[in-house]
């Protein structure tokens, strides 16, 4: 009974092909986020769906697109993989003040 | 612009208090928060102050902000070894709702 999953926890692939990760939350909230952090555990927001909108598409390359079937999942899929996208990414959801991040998905490109 | 900034480590010995500091520019933000990212875990919420309040005590956790300067402390009474973690300041950026995270600080907890 997780509150925000992630699926997979862990995912290696090779340059040059395609993923998706998976994320839902079972709390009700209307928002949900991906975030990148990076090796030096930087963290930085990347998209913001609200209720199935895309709210906030920070400067992300067009080879990663979110979808958003319903507003309890976000899936962020990444076209043509490439070496600098080996990253922890982060899902959360949110409503009114308080965001609750996924455990993350750590994506190792090789 | 919106920018959260934190020194990158603090060592401590078990049973000392820690302070960690963080700076923030967005004097709109609404709320301020204190995350906490175990090895290999994700981001727990650990603590929150509204921006019109200057202290919040939770158990071992004091939060300290100074809205004039943009400061935000989180102190740690009686440290303990399972503290060890990254603590991330953050900010609620604008209107949009995003966080915006400073770069962490790893709290070392010496035995």
């Known amino acids: 009974d997780t509150a925000v999953s992630q699926t997979p926890k862990y995912l290696v692939t090779q340059m040059g092909n395609d993923k998706s990760i998976k994320c839902e939350q079972n709390?009700?909230?209307?928002?949900m986020y991906w975030y990148k952090q990076d090796s030096k555990k930087f963290l930085k927001i990347m998209f913001s769906y609200n209720n199935k909108e895309l709210i906030i598409n920070e400067t992300v390359p067009n080879r990663f697109s979110p979808k958003s079937p319903d507003k309890a999942h976000l899936n962020l899929h990444i076209n043509s993989l490439e070496l600098g996208d080996s990253a922890v990414y982060f899902c959360a959801s949110r409503l009114g003040t308080f965001a609750f991040f996924g455990q993350g998905t750590r994506l190792t490109v090789v | 612009g919106e920018d959260v900034e934190q020194s990158l480590f603090l060592s401590v010995r078990e049973g000392d208090s820690s302070v960690i500091n963080c700076t923030y520019t967005?004097?709109?933000?609404?709320?301020l928060y204190w995350y906490k990212q175990e090895p290999g875990a994700g981001l727990q919420l650990l603590t929150y102050i509204f921006s019109n309040m200057d202290m919040k005590q939770d158990q071992r956790l004091t939060v300290l902000l100074n809205k004039k300067d943009k400061h935000l402390s989180l102190r740690i009474a009686d440290t303990q070894t399972g503290d060890s973690a990254i603590y991330f300041c953050?900010?609620?950026?604008?209107?949009?709702?995003?966080?915006?995270f400073g770069q962490g600080t790893t709290l070392q907890v010496k035995p």
């Open positions: 709390l009700g909230h209307d928002t």
């Open positions: 953050a900010e609620t950026g604008s209107n949009t709702g995003k966080l915006i």
């Open positions: 967005d004097s709109s933000s609404t709320y």
